[in-house]
């Protein structure tokens, strides 16, 4: 395949914008390759800008469940446009959005819309502070919270890929009360509530980490985030900015059946267009500014646009049998991947919630962040890159989850098991 469009284009960014891309993980510098450049999306397809064709498995990196360029997400922002871009004011499509999320998700009594899922965890922290007045918040490591100061530290998605521990920019005291603990230990969230217990504001977590690579929870481990956080007076919240409307319309709260305080939302919500939001108990909205005192606000939340193509996209998902066909096609890849792996006699681990999945290239069990570091990342550089010129476009880094949409089709899922199997044949091999 040649992408000689996409080089001159990327030569060209390199001097105008950090690195030629807008988020880090894009520059696809983990997979040792040069980004592509895309021209449009149809379905579960991406063309990029010297026409090639690829099946996409990164979905804007989880919002696109429907697939790229959904006429109902289209007409949605075609006719929310004709009647302008943004008013600063309320729109009733707001409060549809707000009922709808309220009405499927079982945390939340009322919501705030923002524009982003890094929005929606510095909100949801500051809140849980204020209602606690504490100040401590223990995350997990390996799991990422969009690019809030005092959540980057051993943080997933990108500083997994770029093994950046915390960022410079940071100063010490803005991180002075996260703790980092290892995800699905029982013993050191135990030991840590013992010693700091009334001081601790909140648990985020990724109720199903995506960021270090799809882990899902161990047995009974959110239950006891759920406990332990209510014994010591600490609100739970889940970052469900991926699992959100992925895992079921009621995320993975109500897959799991553990409800927490605080929910945080993005990607799904706003269909593609930019959308984060935060919601849970009204006792603790309650305190929201204006109603309270705890402030957050944003020129563009509510964004008609936005609202308009996460509405669109909701109602899709809202329609009977939707879940079970989405999540038919991530089985049978899962299944497509397990043969390949059998026959090529490979024990590399594949984990699949629902319908994300990663192949991490490493034999041991993956359990958390560091596990997750046992794979080998330059192994899965040239499986990405061979799989690029099979006409699959993977995220490009080991640490990140594989998204399958409502577009992708048995054809899609053949296709790409079948590169699956010749690339792992052929890295065997070599
Ligand atoms: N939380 C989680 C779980 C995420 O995966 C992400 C982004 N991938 C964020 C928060 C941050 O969202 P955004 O990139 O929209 O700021």
């Given at each position: 395949m040649e992408r000689i469009r996409s080089q001159l284009f990327y030569k060209k960014a390199l001097e105008v914008i950090p690195g030629g891309v807008n988020s880090p993980v894009r520059a696809c510098k983990a997979v040792k390759a040069d980004p592509v450049f895309f021209e449009r999306g149809e379905g579960a397809y991406l063309i990029d800008v010297d026409g090639n064709r690829y099946i996409d498995y990164v979905c804007s990196w989880g919002p696109l469940i429907l697939g790229h360029a959904h006429p109902e997400v289209i007409a949605g922002v075609y006719f929310a446009s004709k009647r302008g871009t943004s008013f600063g004011a309320p729109t009733w499509q707001e409060v549809e959005l707000a009922e709808l999320i309220k009405n499927a998700v079982p945390s939340i009594e009322k919501i705030r819309l923002v524009n982003s899922g890094t929005e929606a965890t510095m909100s949801a922290i500051r809140l849980a502070r204020a209602y606690t007045n504490r100040k401590k918040i223990i995350k997990f490591e390996g799991c990422y919270h969009g690019h809030v100061d005092a959540l980057l530290v051993k943080a997933g998605s990108g500083l997994a890929t770029f093994g950046i521990p915390a960022s410079p920019g940071v100063p010490e005291e803005l991180t002075a009360h996260t703790l980092n603990l290892p995800f699905n230990d029982f013993e050191k969230v135990k030991e840590v509530f013992e010693k700091f217990g009334e001081e601790i504001a909140a648990v985020i977590v990724e109720p199903v980490p995506a960021n270090m690579g799809v882990i899902p929870p161990k047995e009974g481990f959110l239950k006891f985030l759920r406990e332990i956080t209510q014994q010591y007076g600490s609100l739970l919240i889940f970052d469900e900015v991926i699992t959100g409307f992925r895992?079921?319309?009621?995320?993975a709260q109500e897959a799991y059946g553990v409800i927490p305080d605080l929910t945080c939302l993005g990607k799904i919500i706003g269909g593609g267009l930019p959308v984060g939001a935060y919601g849970g108990k009204a006792e603790i909205m309650n305190l929201v500014a204006p109603e309270g005192p705890v402030y957050q606000a944003g020129t563009l939340s509510g964004n008609p646009i936005a609202v308009a193509a996460g509405l669109a996209t909701l109602k899709e998902l809202l329609k009977p049998g939707t879940y079970e066909r989405l999540n038919l096609m991530a089985e049978l890849l899962e299944k497509g991947i397990r043969e390949a792996l059998e026959d090529l006699d490979l024990n590399y681990r594949l984990h699949r919630v629902g319908s994300m999945l990663t192949l991490f290239f490493t034999e041991k069990e993956v359990i958390d962040f560091e596990t997750a570091l046992s794979c080998d990342t330059h192994l899965f550089a040239e499986f990405w890159q061979r799989m690029l010129e099979k006409g699959v476009y993977l995220p490009p880094s080991q640490f990140e989850a594989w998204f399958v949409s409502l577009a992708h089709k048995e054809k899609e899922i053949e296709k790409t098991v079948e590169a699956v199997y010749k690339v792992l044949k052929k890295l065997r091999k070599d």
């Open positions: 895992l079921g319309v009621g995320g």
